[in-house]
């Protein structure tokens, strides 16, 4: 067996374990306890996951609907657009000329 397997097997099940624990829509906010700032966060960097997985699982969403307002929204942007901005900015740009 591959060693590269008995490292990343592992490790892409504990993601995957830890990503399903708490996506938005699972039933761990209610209204009385609604989710934050770091949750939307943690939301909106777990976006595309969410999404998957709403298409398969009855009850996952992408946006929690039980959540503080502005500063959950807040959090929930600013994790989406440097999730998917900050891939643009890893990319090597072309050398012009050759």
């Known amino acids: 067996m591959n060693k590269r397997w008995l490292i990343w ?7 995957l374990f830890t990503l399903t ?3 938005p ?3 761990s ?3 009385n306890e609604p989710a934050g700032f770091l ?3 943690w939301h909106g960097w777990i ?3 969410s999404l998957i997985a709403g298409i398969f699982m009855d009850g996952i969403r992408v946006y929690e609907i039980f959540n503080t307002g502005w ?3 807040f959090g929930f942007y600013i994790a989406v ?3 998917f901005g900050g891939l643009s900015l890893s990319r090597k740009k072309k050398k012009e000329g050759k």
């Open 81 to 83: 657009i440097s999730g």
């Open 25 to 27: 829509g699972d039933g």
């Open 39 to 41: 949750s939307g966060v």
């Open 21 to 23: 624990g708490c996506v």
């Open 9 to 15: 097997g592992p490790a892409l099940g504990v993601m």
């Open 47 to 49: 976006a595309p996951f």
């Open 71 to 73: 500063w959950y929204d």
């Open 29 to 31: 906010y209610t209204f």
